[in-house]
């Protein structure tokens, strides 16, 4: 404690006490390996892209698809440059087959021939063959799917091949028409064809199997609906106006 009457001593801010930094020219240099550098930041995983992430820029769907054995799914181009907009794939692939439990283990469904899809659609049917169809062939036949005859996958025109009128799910690969399926293999293999079942049994997979198809994809379209799918059955993953709706004729 001061004495009384003595002022007690006044202390300069510490800016005041140091001393003026020195001038640019007199200070020594540093070497570029003493210099430190800012770590650069690393982005977390999460923040990875999907094509980052699969060998040579594929995208999730297809290095998913790719990554099961059995499946034959591969990228491809539309052979023609479309002159509508409207009419582009989004991450087209070819499907020449596709993995199913058999009853012998794993087996493949072929495609013939080998549409090009979406690879949403072609995802949307490896799930509905493999959970649906196969059980549907070994309960009414006891055979496994061998192959699929089908037709109609990309295709650039309008619904029904109307001169007007909306696209249809064809143009965006969205969309496959399926002829018959083909059972089994060798001296005892069978197909069932959608427009001409033969017999009570194949009437009823087939009843079956559309069934199974309007709960997988969002518009199913078979013999009875119209003349235009007289002969075939329609299958697509076009949205409706409501995510929860499907059109299943």
């Given at each position: 404690?001061p004495?009384l009457?003595?002022?007690?001593?006044?202390?300069?801010?510490l800016?005041a006490?140091r001393p003026?930094?020195?001038?640019?020219?007199?200070?020594?240099?540093?070497?570029?390996?003493?210099?430190?550098?800012?770590?650069?930041s690393?982005a977390p995983?999460?923040?990875?892209?999907?094509?980052?992430?699969?060998p040579?820029?594929?995208?999730s769907?297809l290095?998913a698809?790719?990554a099961i054995?059995?499946?034959?799914?591969?990228?491809?181009t539309?052979s023609?440059?479309?002159?509508?907009p409207?009419?582009?794939?989004?991450?087209p692939?070819?499907?020449?087959?596709?993995?199913?439990?058999?009853?012998?283990?794993?087996?493949?469904?072929?495609?013939?021939?080998?549409?090009?899809l979406?690879?949403a659609?072609?995802?949307?049917?490896a799930?509905?063959l493999?959970?649906?169809?196969q059980p549907?062939?070994?309960?009414?036949f006891?055979?496994?799917?061998?192959?699929?005859?089908v037709?109609?996958g990309?295709?650039?025109r309008?619904?029904?091949?109307?001169s007007?009128?909306?696209l249809?799910?064809?143009?965006?690969?969205?969309?496959?028409?399926?002829?018959?399926?083909?059972?089994?293999?060798?001296a005892?293999?069978?197909?069932?064809?959608?427009?001409?079942?033969g017999?009570?049994?194949?009437?009823?997979?087939?009843?079956?199997v559309?069934q199974?198809?309007?709960g997988?994809?969002?518009t199913?379209l078979?013999?009875?609906?119209?003349a235009?799918?007289?002969n075939h059955?329609?299958?697509d993953?076009?949205?409706?106006?409501?995510?929860a709706?499907?059109?299943?004729?």
């Amino acid at each position: 404690m001061p004495a009384l009457g003595l002022a007690a001593p006044v202390t300069a801010p510490l800016s005041a006490q140091r001393p003026p930094p020195r001038p640019p020219e007199l200070r020594p240099s540093i070497p570029d390996k003493a210099r430190k550098t800012e770590p650069q930041s690393t982005a977390p995983a999460s923040a990875k892209t999907d094509n980052a992430a699969t060998p040579a820029g594929q995208s999730s769907c297809l290095s998913a698809l790719s990554a099961i054995p059995g499946n034959r799914v591969t990228p491809a181009t539309p052979s023609t440059l479309e002159k509508d907009p409207a009419c582009r794939i989004d991450d087209p692939v070819r499907v020449e087959a596709l993995a199913i439990r058999g009853s012998g283990g794993a087996a493949t469904v072929s495609f013939e021939p080998p549409p090009l899809l979406s690879c949403a659609m072609a995802k949307t049917l490896a799930h509905w063959l493999d959970s649906s169809v196969q059980p549907l062939a070994r309960g009414h036949f006891e055979q496994d799917i061998a192959s699929l005859r089908v037709g109609g996958g990309h295709e650039c025109r309008r619904r029904n091949r109307a001169s007007a009128g909306p696209l249809s799910e064809h143009a965006t690969g969205q969309a496959l028409d399926i002829f018959a399926f083909k059972l089994g293999i060798g001296a005892g293999a069978s197909q069932v064809v959608v427009e001409k079942p033969g017999g009570l049994t194949q009437s009823r997979f087939l009843d079956a199997v559309r069934q199974s198809a309007c709960g997988a994809f969002m518009t199913v379209l078979g013999p009875g609906s119209d003349a235009a799918h007289a002969n075939h059955l329609h299958v697509d993953i076009q949205e409706r106006r409501s995510r929860a709706s499907r059109f299943c004729q």
